[in-house]
């Protein structure tokens, strides 16, 4: 018997969120951006900082999912891989903390060039599909992973 939690909305009529597409090469630098900062900030606490709060200030929470969608992309063949509108205000905060923590240079500038990128395609929001939990871009065509731009084993 399947108990139903009290509380919580059926998230099934749920709009997916707003995302702004990056290339799987950006997508790659973003996530070198969110481990040098989260490197910085772990040697400068010494290790003493609560791991979760480490990977708030840093944005490493999202390195995960970065890298599934990067995968999902590459398996779809596409090039296309979303950082949703929420995610960019993760993406400033690491790089704001880079300059206050004395991040490298080089990783800095590139953080930089990366949020300067995404506020270029700020009004160009793509819509998404969850593919096996994994949020990806709805081809151009409105087909979803359901359809015929899903991978086939056959």
Do not use: F
């Not at 596409?78 to 993406?91: H, N, R, S, W, Y």
């Amino acid at each position: 018997m399947r108990r139903h939690r009290r509380g919580k909305a059926d998230r099934s009529d749920e709009q997916p969120p707003l995302a702004l597409q990056t290339s799987i090469n950006e997508t790659k630098d973003l996530i070198e951006v969110l481990r040098h900062a989260r490197t910085q900030i772990t040697e400068l606490t010494r290790g003493d900082a609560h791991q979760e709060l480490v990977a708030k200030a840093s944005g490493s929470a999202l390195i995960s999912s970065l890298y599934a969608r990067i995968g999902l992309a590459v398996v779809r063949g596409k090039d296309a891989v979303p950082v949703l509108i929420t995610e960019i205000g993760q993406v400033e905060a690491a790089v704001l903390n880079l300059e206050s923590y004395d991040g490298h240079e080089v990783v800095l500038c590139l953080g930089h060039a990366l949020l300067q990128r995404l506020e270029t395609r700020r009004d160009a929001y793509r819509s998404l599909c969850l593919v096996d939990g994994v949020w990806a871009i709805t081809d151009e065509t409105g087909e979803s992973a359901s359809g015929a731009a899903a991978p086939s084993l056959t």
